[in-house]
């Protein structure tokens, strides 16, 4: 199979894994652009209200056109993928309203993307819009989301430890990332590793699973992989039919998928590694 946007040979899926990192990447931005292009808007009405002499009355209210051309354009780019994905694939909106939810719903839906026949059209569509948000706000190449800031900050409840939190931005090629509120320089890598982790409730098949395991510097060997199946160390979660995921067995083709977050922990208990 090859992907839907570069043409590169892909597993069985719609999109290959650089495609997919590019896609999460600027879906990670749409937060920062959101509030840029909503500042933009704001000083732009503020600045213009004052030419007139604040008689808003008589004047209409001028507004950045540009701006929120492009807010308009990024939503219903969103609104509309968000909506295809829930209604062909099967996904479950979970995010809330609002331009930046709808962004980082994508994010950690990419798995979901993937296995959609449009993927490559979804792509270039949010680049697009991203590209023209860029513009707006005279950004053309808007630095790229890395996170919260994990830095321990103090003990939070239950030993879990409180963090710093802060969105991390960083410059697209740079291999590090200062914090701005505690001043605190991250490895982009091991910032990367973090959010990879957070898809530990995705499902995926046994070949994406090891694929991402791999990104996650956690490699499992296929060998590995089937021998905790056979011992019920991980057990299937649903099967991919069409596609879709399901929870019980549709046709014998069906490859059985698996939560990431089974296998994480499989390998942590890691003694038995067959090789
Ligand atoms: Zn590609
Ligand atoms: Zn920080």
Redesign the pocket.
Known sequence: MNCTRCDRTTDDTFLCWECVRGLRGQLRTIPWLVAQLQLSITRQSKLSANRVGGRSDETPVPFDERASDALDHLHTTLVRWVRDLTESRGATYTGADGTPALGMWLAHNVVTVMHSEDAGLLCSEVDTAVQHAGRAIDQPDPPIYRGP?P?VTGDGYRNLADR???D?YGARGTDFVR?H????QHDVRKLEQRMLAEMDDRLMTGAEIRRVMRELGEPVPESTFFHWRKTSRIQARGWMHDGRITDHFLHRNDPPVFRLGDVRTARQGGVDVVE
Do not use: E, I, K, P
């Open positions: 800031c830095t710093c939190g802060a991390l914090c509120r505690c001043g605190c």
